[in-house]
């Protein structure tokens, strides 16, 4: 009991601790917080200052835009699309596709548009933009294809793609429909497009499908590769297309396992033993 | 030696008028219920009949039962591989429609319904669905038919018979019946019990009772299939099987169970009997033509000291071995033989046993020269131009018995696994008591031929005063002898009951607890 006492006492004291710390906020602070909830949310798909990823380059985006129309439009894209606005649809024509919705206050917001601004032309210069990479290796082709499929798990557990994603690929049978279809998603995306997803997806079904369960690096980088691949060999692709073989397949297989359970019920008893002496019987209407 | 005691009981077929008494105080009690109305613990059949449900007797459609295999016993249509295979999909179950769809009447439409140009009629209503029915058969829907195409002449029974023997049966000069009230046999060696998936089913040690546990039942219906007597019933509303629990509420509290209680005829029976359980699987595993006499070899004698000390290591209380003693169902069994159980061949043990029924197999159809009695009538009488005579006379002393006009084939396939022998044996005692009873009370038979008739089937006149005396005269406490059940020391062996001493009523007066602080 005295332990707990303490323990309380203790919180209470780092509670003022804290308290205090929010009283006197700098402004180092709350970029801080931006650059945060940039990292999370954000850098998947858009960079400061280092070119068009999934979307466009972030730099300068404070004077592009007025900060109302910020708020908007991060909030829900899909609705400021369709209430009409002339730049929204002008993004959706160039970058064809709507960015996903994002749960985060007024003040989140700000704080990542002020981390923007400060770091909008600095850090531009400081990172040279990541080269891409040549040709890559057969094995990690070979791997990126295993881990698409679920062949190999996931070291850290998440569900493999062909869950939820297709690719036309000779060696990918029957990938999922749930979400979107990845066979050019190199092209439209780049590679860093790909791998900032991969790293961190902003998509609200994949960040709760591997919640927890992030990709390690050596498997982003397979993936990568084996979409490039995919990406650049889809032209000479013939995956082997079972349509209404699987569906004849199927409905074979239920006409044998009804007849297997015919065969189970050969030996029931059918009828009632009165059923001749019934059958006789006078019926009313 | 593992001597254990059993309730057993015997029904005197000769005595039973079919009033049906049984089957309704039965009824009344236990099965008065929703999901229970189809059913019948107790039943009483027409025999040569069908019974209930429809031809149960017919193991090739209902297999129930015992079948003998290479080395030992197996169940025939349920048990651990057949069960298994069958769990989901019980392919041998009788239906609704092999009982009969129980129903009711609008009674109320009789006094409720509007005026109009014609009489209301209370119309029958399913009890199961609630509708409007045809009805098409009911509880003891072949009742008395004994020479009818549908029930009588399919008997499960008349296969052994030729059909020439089938056919004189029901010659209508030649037709007779009797009746079989049937209850749980509540067996030594019980299919139903062997059947459970679930270990639902259990037979009380005390008194070898079987019943099914209703928390423990998952409504697999195994048992329904597995009991050849198909006395387990599935209540399709609790989704349990239920079965005759042979009064045990009443037994423990020295009653006897309401269907013997109630027996108008006075026809049953009831008493402990002590059984080596060491030899159940021995006799049940035995050849058909053995099965009775090895039934009746593991009834253990209750004043053999061997016995009785068994029976004290097993912890049966005195007054339990005492009843044994006097147990009527002793006497009919084992001491006269007179009763021997229904359908052996199922190979379940049945403590129920029956006394074979003598009169319709002692009367004969005699062809006698009517001529001169009718040449005495007046000329504007009526002539019967045909020359039988119901004959009942103990003129000639078994011939009777071998001519009888209900053919021995016929019980010995029901009482006695096909065997004549035995059924003749029973028979032979029945009608020597009844001619030695003839000679004492009406006088016409002479005392060395009423002695001779006793001799032959090696019965004393005090045996057969014995046995007269319990047929005819016996009062309650005689047909009855319930031991005593000991609940007292059942529960000293669950918990400890000084605990509990001093803890009835309310409890001891507890001040309240002030208010406030």
């Not at chain 1, 066979?183 to 591997?210: D, W």
């Not at chain 2, 929703?34 to 009949?49: C, D, I, L, Q, R």
């Not at chain 2, 003891?140 to 052994?160: C, F, I």
């Not at chain 2, 009406?442 to 005396?469: F, N, Q, R, S, W």
Request: include cysteine; charge should be neutral.
């Amino acid at each position: 009991m005295m332990y707990q006492c303490f323990i309380v006492h203790k919180n209470i004291v780092g509670f003022f601790v804290a308290a205090g710390l929010f009283l006197f906020v700098p402004t180092g602070f709350t970029q801080e917080l931006g650059k945060e909830i940039f990292t999370q949310k954000c850098s998947a798909c858009h960079s400061i200052g280092k070119g068009r990823l999934v979307g466009p380059d972030l730099a300068g985006v404070n004077d592009r835009r007025s900060e109302g129309w910020l708020l908007k439009f991060i909030k829900s894209p899909q609705a400021v699309i369709n209430s009409g606005d002339p730049v929204a649809k002008a993004l959706f024509e160039e970058f064809k596709m709507v960015m996903p919705d994002q749960a985060l206050s007024d003040k989140q917001i700000r704080d990542i548009l002020s981390f923007i601004k400060k770091n909008g032309i600095s850090s531009s210069a400081s990172t040279p933009p990541v080269a891409l990479a040549g040709p890559v290796p057969q094995h990690e082709i070979e791997l990126g294809r295993n881990l698409f499929q679920g062949k190999v798990r996931f070291a850290n557990g998440g569900p493999s793609c062909t869950s939820c994603h297709h690719v036309k690929n000779d060696a990918v049978i029957g990938g999922g429909i749930l979400a979107r279809e990845l066979t050019t998603v190199f092209s439209r995306m780049g590679g860093e497009g790909v791998r900032a997803i991969l790293g961190g997806p902003p998509f609200p079904v994949m960040q709760a499908a591997y919640q927890g369960m992030p990709f390690t690096d050596d498997e982003i980088r397979a993936l990568v590769g084996f979409l490039q691949h995919a990406d650049q060999e889809h032209a000479y692709q013939q995956p082997r297309d079972y349509g209404w073989g699987l569906f004849g397949a199927g409905v074979g297989g239920v006409a044998v396992l009804m007849g297997f359970y015919c065969m189970i019920g050969r030996r029931r008893k059918k009828q009632s033993v009165n059923q001749d002496i019934y059958d006789r019987q006078i019926k009313s209407e | 030696m593992d001597i254990r005691s059993q309730i057993s009981m015997v029904f005197h077929l000769d005595k039973c008028i079919g009033c049906h008494t049984c089957s309704v105080a039965c009824k009344n009690i236990w099965t008065d219920r929703k999901g229970a109305e189809y059913m019948w613990w107790n039943n009483v059949e027409t025999k040569p009949g069908t019974g209930y449900p429809t031809k149960w007797e017919d193991q090739s459609i209902y297999k129930g039962g015992w079948e003998k295999t290479d080395d030992g016993i197996a169940l025939k249509g349920a048990g651990k591989q057949k069960g298994l295979l069958n769990i989901f999909h019980n392919p041998n179950m009788p239906m609704i429609d092999d009982y009969y769809e129980p129903f009711t009447y609008k009674y109320l439409d009789l006094i409720e319904a509007p005026a109009g140009d014609d009489q209301p009629t209370a119309r029958p209503v399913s009890l199961i669905t609630g509708k409007p029915i045809d009805i098409k058969m009911g509880p003891n829907w072949d009742d008395d038919l004994s020479g009818t195409q549908d029930y009588a002449r399919n008997d499960p029974n008349l296969k052994n018979l030729s059909l020439a023997e089938q056919e004189a049966m029901f010659q209508l000069e030649r037709m007779a019946f009797f009746y079989l009230p049937r209850i749980c046999n509540h067996c030594l060696n019980p299919a139903c019990v062997a059947s459970c998936p679930s270990g639902a089913i259990y037979k009380r040690g005390e008194d070898g009772v079987v019943l099914i546990n209703q928390n423990v039942c998952r409504a697999w219906r195994m048992c329904v299939t597995a009991c050849p007597y198909k006395k387990s019933y599935y209540n399709w509303n609790t989704g349990k099987s239920e079965k005759c629990i042979l009064c045990y509420p009443r037994i423990e509290a020295g009653l006897a169970p309401a269907c013997m209680h109630s027996c108008v005829g006075r026809i049953r029976y009831l008493g402990v009997i002590l059984y080596d359980a060491d030899r159940i699987h021995e006799v049940a595993s035995a050849s058909d033509k053995d099965l009775i006499d090895k039934h009746m070899n593991i009834l253990m004698n209750p004043f053999d000291p061997e016995v009785i000390a068994s029976a004290k290591k097993n912890g049966i209380a005195d007054s339990t071995i005492h009843a044994a003693q006097n147990s009527p169902t002793y006497k009919f069994v084992k001491k006269w033989k007179l009763a021997l159980p229904l359908h052996a061949e199922f190979r379940t043990l049945p403590m129920l046993f029956y006394v074979p029924p003598l009169l319709p197999v002692m009367a004969s159809l005699k062809e006698v020269n009517q001529s001169k009695q009718n040449e005495k009538l007046n000329p504007i009488a009526k002539v019967w131009d045909d020359n039988w005579l119901y004959d009942t006379s103990t003129e000639e002393l078994w011939g009777t018995i071998a001519q009888a006009r209900f053919p021995l084939k016929y019980l010995a396939s029901l009482f006695s696994a096909g065997d004549e022998e035995k059924v003749k044996e029973r028979l032979k005692k029945l009608m020597a008591v009844r001619i030695y009873r003839r000679f004492k009370t009406v006088g016409d038979i002479p005392e060395k031929k009423a002695h001779d008739v006793l001799k032959d089937v090696g019965y004393t006149p005090e045996m057969a005063d014995e046995v007269y005396c319990l047929t005819s005269l016996a009062k309650f406490d005689d047909r009855f002898v319930i031991p005593a059940a000991h609940r007292e020391q059942a529960i000293e062996m669950l918990e400890f009951t000084g605990d509990k001493k001093g803890s009835t009523g309310f409890g001891f007066k507890e001040e309240t607890m002030e208010r406030g602080l």
